[in-house]
């Protein structure tokens, strides 16, 4: 990783202004400037993204659609685990982040990746999915429930959801889930919040809400050139209650 790659970074994190009208627009003003650097830098950023794949199933003949699925780096996790499945969607809706993706599927020859561009709230697959992720990706869509919704939706029953993601906790959270304080939950959203990546308090509850819980991992990452800092983050692994047997969902 060169300095001058991490500068670059840097600059349009934290001088470079994004426009757009729609979220879509907004989201490529943000990354067609870096999307080529995106990967080296948020490598050391975001923490975790190793550990939930090592968590999700990867099902012979399975379907896996990977929602904000960036640059395609997130499939690299899987190794040969990603041969196992029939079809897999990385579904984005920055051009730029694509272009990257696809660059990178046709050297790695991943004949059973697509890209598409589509919103996370609305993307439909042809065929329900057996594992359905948001890898650093549900805090930077406005309509995270929706996403979540549409996740749970397009899952097979019994089918997976892997999540990894910043966070904050509640005030007041559950018993046995972390407590952090004010500073923690004050600080971090508005850190974040000049990127249009928005920490949430809600997050974990909602997905355990939604969810039958299988694993769920609450821990802090160091954040490149802020020395001392700690920014929490979260994985969780769910399935989609049910069986086929009573699932009525059309797709």
């Known amino acids: 990783m060169s300095l001058i790659s991490d500068l670059r970074v840097l600059y349009h994190l934290t001088l470079t202004p994004i426009r757009g009208k729609s979220h879509s627009e907004r989201l490529e003003s943000f990354y067609s400037r870096q999307a080529h650097d995106y990967d080296s830098f948020r490598q050391r950023l975001l923490q975790g993204r190793q550990q939930m794949w090592d968590l999700l199933p990867a099902p012979a003949g399975g379907v896996c659609v990977d929602l904000g ?6 499939l690299e996790y899987l190794g040969e685990r990603l041969a196992n499945f029939s079809k897999v969607y990385l579904v984005d809706l920055s051009p730029s982040l694509l272009k990257v993706a696809d660059e990178r599927i046709a050297a790695r020859g991943w004949s059973n990746v697509t890209t598409v ?6 993307f439909t697959p042809a065929e329900q999915a057996d594992l359905v992720t948001f890898s650093y990706s549900l805090t930077m869509i406005p309509d995270w429930f929706a996403a979540i ?28 889930r972390q407590r952090h ?8 959203p508005v850190w974040f919040g000049f990127d249009n990546v928005f920490p949430s308090r ?12 299988q694993s769920l991992v609450e821990a802090r990452a160091r954040v490149p050139f802020l020395p001392g800092s700690r920014v929490p983050y979260y994985i969780f692994v769910g399935t989609k209650p049910g069986s086929a047997e009573q699932d009525h969902t059309k797709l």
């Open 69 to 74: 699925g960036g640059t395609g780096a997130n």
């Open 149 to 176: 919704d549409q996740a749970l939706r397009i899952l097979k029953p019994g089918g997976t959801i892997g999540v990894v993601d910043f966070y904050v906790s509640r005030k007041y959270p559950e018993s046995g």
């Open 202 to 213: 809600d997050h974990v509850p909602y997905l355990c809400r939604r969810f039958e819980q």
């Open 181 to 188: 304080s004010w500073l923690t939950q004050s600080f971090w």
């Open 117 to 122: 561009e589509a919103d996370a709230t609305t």
